[in-house]
């Protein structure tokens, strides 16, 4: 563009918003408050995506190309007012125009509300998946729920967790369409009769409970080219808003009691990650967007081929991201036959063609069992569908496999009164895939081995990726801008080009400035943790993050352990010299995990303990962040140093934060578990920190017994003074922290904190050495930003796209 045309352009924006505003607030722009800026520049920017939507819904329709629906439960989308502006090349000429007006960019985009209609790493990942998507110009779209309330906002209170509701719809959302005319009606509860209707076997349901269904799209835009694609969530509603012959009655409560049963579906996310919970509810969510989503999709389909299905499974692909929504199986059953017509073999063939699905999960307690009761009381047709596919499943395996009843038994998807959702996938679908190569190793050798032995050619592995973006491009601009002198553009469309910055090892320059942008990165968070949490910390200290929903296997606890070891062992030797370090910590856990909270509780009693005692003169630090989220995730993994991924080996199906760190340039401090295991690959050995047991001695002894916690505290003078401190009144009279001692060494350590320590802290010790060499520390850092290209969601995407749903 030439600059005349780029003054234009600032002018001609200017005067739209100023107009945007009128429209908006009914006010000048002089008198107009934050909120009304902010909803100014969402409308205006939505305005043009809006007509680019449109075009390539009529694009897709014109040409077809085979489409894929994601079905998820968890969307966590993150803010979009900044990634619009810079998927549609504007920052310059937004960010000029604002400053013109008098306004501060950056103030007016902080009034975004960050939907956090996921709780984490699973449904952050169908939101890079959607961006990548969007990017690469395909035509994908995703199917969800429309939470009125997202996952809690977390407040820290005397160092412990307070939830507090989310409210993101609080002031409106300007992104989504509310499209009432797309509603559908989805039925619960009720009887099932057969009956002969015109001589043929038919089903009828009866005094069934209907529910409106009604979409919300959020467009989803590619970066830097016209490819809008479509989030589509369903909202539940009362059919009408009151019964009204109830109300007449003046049965005032009954009338109202259906309204908010209605509303009481789509109300909340269920804030476990990684845990199954068995509640109705959320069987209820589950087969409501799957029965909405698939209504729309394939009457829409209909529309499009002559009311014939026979094409179905070679133009759609439908993608269930984990068991969530596995009723897609059955209720394309009950579609197919019940709706249209179909024979169950012809039903069978379409389904199981045209579907596909992604485990993420191997913990035992993750993974969806539903009572057979439950279901055949809320979906009835749903449940026979069930019994049936499993009933032929089985027949086949009887007459083909050679399989002996007590290995078929142990194969159905119906098990001890329990409908196991992993086993209905597997079966209903002809793609299975783990989500790193640990993990899908796992899948195929445990997990799923007897699936695995009937069909092979199911099972795949993509690892997954994350979208540069949002967690490099537009978080990290100094990054971004560095990498882009001294490489050209090419890598934005393609992130392997970042190896070219191996070039710039020793170029003392680009050492200078690469540096300079890291410490403003923290300098950034530094004012953040100022701001928050009333903690001064030193920008040239050693910035070590763990930040990720807490959970006893990804071992934050382990962590809190080593510091607290750090720090007795400063008192203990009040001469030594450290190279400076902050400790940080974010992340939520569940309202109902007891442990968890805990966890919570010690890491800031071990903040307070550490951060106040003159002793340490601030050669360490410990924060914890509240409420972490996407939004502070973009603060943070910019700022950070040591990226800490320490779960249980095994345990961790894939973890996508390590890969968000590694993009900024932080050096992983992991187990060899996950994709900490292709990061390790993808840096090479001098540039990353492993330490721990292996994936094959952590299921050994789980197997086989033969390790002992008591052992090894017995055996370990470091361990024996933190253990008594837990419970010794060290953190004051009232805080003990016997459950976590407990755990530990009455409970043996499930997750192996105890066997690990030794390793992890020697590992912790090494980083302080490594730090000092400044040289080095520049190369590791820089080798990980260079080796990132292969955890981009664009590699994952074109994976999928070739080996899983062959749409390349
Ligand atoms: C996570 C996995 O724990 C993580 O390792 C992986 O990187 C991520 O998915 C994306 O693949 C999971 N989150 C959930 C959440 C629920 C149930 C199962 C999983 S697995 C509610």
């Known amino acids: 563009m030439k600059p005349s045309e780029h003054l234009e352009e600032i002018e001609n924006f200017k005067s739209a918003y100023i107009k945007k505003i009128e429209e908006v607030s009914g006010e000048y722009l002089s008198e107009s408050s934050l909120l009304n800026q902010y909803e100014a520049l969402a409308e205006l920017v939505m305005d043009k995506i809006a007509s680019q939507w449109a075009k390539t819904r009529s694009q897709y329709d014109e040409i077809p190309h085979k489409r894929v629906y994601l079905f998820s439960i968890e969307f966590l989308i993150g803010r979009l007012l900044k990634s619009y502006v810079n998927s549609l090349d504007m920052?310059?000429?937004v960010k000029t125009a604002m400053a013109e007006l008098g306004l501060d960019y950056e103030t007016i985009l902080s009034q975004e509300t960050d939907p956090g209609l996921g709780n984490g790493g699973l449904g952050r990942l169908m939101a890079c998946f959607l961006e990548s998507s969007a990017t690469l110009g395909l035509p994908f779209h995703g199917n969800g729920i429309h939470y009125?309330?997202?996952?809690?906002?977390?407040?820290?209170?005397?160092?412990?967790?307070?939830?507090?509701?989310?409210?993101?719809?609080?002031?409106?959302?300007?992104?989504?369409?509310?499209?009432?005319?797309?509603?559908?009606?989805?039925?619960?509860?009720?009887?099932?009769?057969?009956?002969?209707?015109?001589?043929?076997?038919?089903?009828?349901?009866?005094d069934y409970e209907p529910i409106l269904a009604v979409p919300y799209d959020i467009p989803l835009k590619g970066y830097h080219n016209n490819t809008v694609n479509s989030l589509r969530l369903w909202s539940a509603e009362p059919i009408e808003e009151f019964d009204l012959p109830s109300f007449n009655e003046g049965q005032f409560l009954d009338a109202v009691r259906h309204k908010s049963e209605a509303e009481a579906i789509t109300q909340i996310l269920y804030p476990n990650d990684n845990k199954f919970d068995g509640k109705q509810l959320r069987l209820k969510q589950e087969y409501f967007f799957v029965c909405a989503g698939l209504k729309r999709m394939i009457t829409r389909f209909k529309r499009y081929n002559n009311d014939c299905l026979d094409e179905f499974a070679d133009k759609i692909c439908i993608h269930i991201n984990d068991t969530h929504p596995a009723l897609c199986g059955p209720e394309m059953m009950r579609i197919f036959m019940d709706e249209e017509g179909l024979s169950w073999d012809d039903a069978w063939k379409?389904?199981?063609?045209?579907?596909?699905?992604?485990?993420?999960?191997?913990?035992?307690?993750?993974?969806?069992?539903?009572?057979?009761?439950?279901?055949?009381?809320?979906?009835?047709?749903?449940?026979?569908?069930?019994?049936?596919?499993?009933?032929q499943f089985q027949e086949e395996l009887r007459s083909k496999s050679g399989l002996n009843e007590l290995q078929i038994n142990s194969l159905s998807i119906i098990q001890d009164g329990q409908i196991n959702m992993a086993n209905l996938a597997i079966v209903c679908c002809h793609s299975v895939n783990g989500v790193a190569e640990l993990h899908s190793k796992i899948l195929k050798e445990e997990t799923f081995n007897g699936y695995y032995k009937l069909f092979p050619e199911r099972f795949h592995s993509v690892t997954n990726g994350v979208t540069p973006r949002r967690f490099l491009i537009n978080s990290n601009t100094g990054l971004r801008d560095l990498i882009t002198e001294s490489i050209g553009t090419d890598w934005l469309n393609n992130l392997f080009d970042l190896e070219k910055l191996m070039t710039f090892k020793n170029d003392a320059p680009f050492f200078d400035r690469f540096n300079r942008i890291k410490l403003d990165n923290k300098i950034h968070l530094a004012n953040y943790i100022n701001a928050h949490n009333h903690i001064s910390v030193n920008p040239e200290s050693i910035f070590d993050i763990q930040v990720k929903r807490i959970h006893e296997y990804k071992r934050q606890l382990l962590n809190a352990l080593q510091i607290l070891h750090l720090y007795n062992h400063l008192k203990a030797n009040p001469h030594i010299e450290i190279v400076p370090r902050t400790f940080i910590f974010a992340g939520k856990a569940a309202q109902g995990y007891y442990f968890a909270k805990e966890v919570i509780k010690l890491i800031n009693a071990i903040a307070n303990l550490v951060n106040n005692d003159k002793d340490i003169r601030d050669q360490i630090?410990?924060?914890?962040?509240?409420?972490?989220?996407?939004?502070?995730?973009?603060?943070?993994?910019?700022?950070?140093?040591?990226?800490e991924q320490i779960s249980t080996a095994g345990k961790e199906a894939s973890g996508t934060g390590n890969m968000k760190f590694m993009m900024n340039g932080a050096i992983t401090l992991g187990t060899m578990d996950g994709a900490n295991i292709e990061i390790h690959e993808a840096v090479g050995d001098n540039n990353i920190l492993t330490f721990g047991l292996s994936s094959d001695e952590v299921s050994h002894f789980e197997k086989h017994g033969g390790y002992s916690s008591v052992q090894i505290y017995e055996n370990d003078h470091r361990i024996q003074k933190i253990m008594h401190q837990l419970i010794d009144g060290t953190f004051g009279h009232l805080a003990s922290f016997q459950s976590v001692y407990d755990s530990l060494l009455l409970y043996n350590d499930t997750y192996f904190v105890l066997k690990d320590f030794d390793s992890y802290a020697?590992?912790?010790?090494?980083?302080?050495?490594?730090?000092?060499?400044?040289?080095?520390?520049?190369?590791?850092?820089?080798?990980?930003?260079?080796?990132?290209?292969?955890?981009s969601s664009d590699r994952a995407i074109l994976e999928y796209q070739k080996n899983i749903w062959k749409t390349l």
């Open 148 to 206: 009125k309330h997202g996952l809690f906002e977390q407040k820290i209170i005397n160092g412990e967790q307070v939830e507090v509701a989310d409210n993101w719809l609080r002031h409106g959302y300007p992104f989504e369409i509310r499209k009432p005319n797309e509603a559908v009606i989805v039925k619960f509860y009720g009887n099932l009769h057969s009956e002969k209707i015109n001589g043929v076997l038919t089903f009828v349901y009866e």
């Open 621 to 643: 630090k410990v924060v914890f962040l509240a409420n972490f989220n996407v939004t502070l995730g973009e603060i943070i993994y910019p700022a950070a140093n040591i990226s």
């Open 350 to 391: 379409i389904t199981v063609n045209s579907l596909t699905f992604t485990n993420h999960t191997v913990l035992p307690e993750a993974l969806e069992k539903w009572p057979v009761d439950m279901m055949k009381f809320l979906l009835p047709r749903i449940y026979m569908i069930i019994e049936e596919i499993n009933r």
């Open 91 to 93: 920052e310059e000429t």
């Open 762 to 791: 020697t590992a912790q010790h090494h980083i302080n050495e490594l730090f000092k060499d400044k040289n080095k520390w520049f190369e590791m850092s820089l080798s990980n930003v260079a080796y990132s290209g292969l955890f």
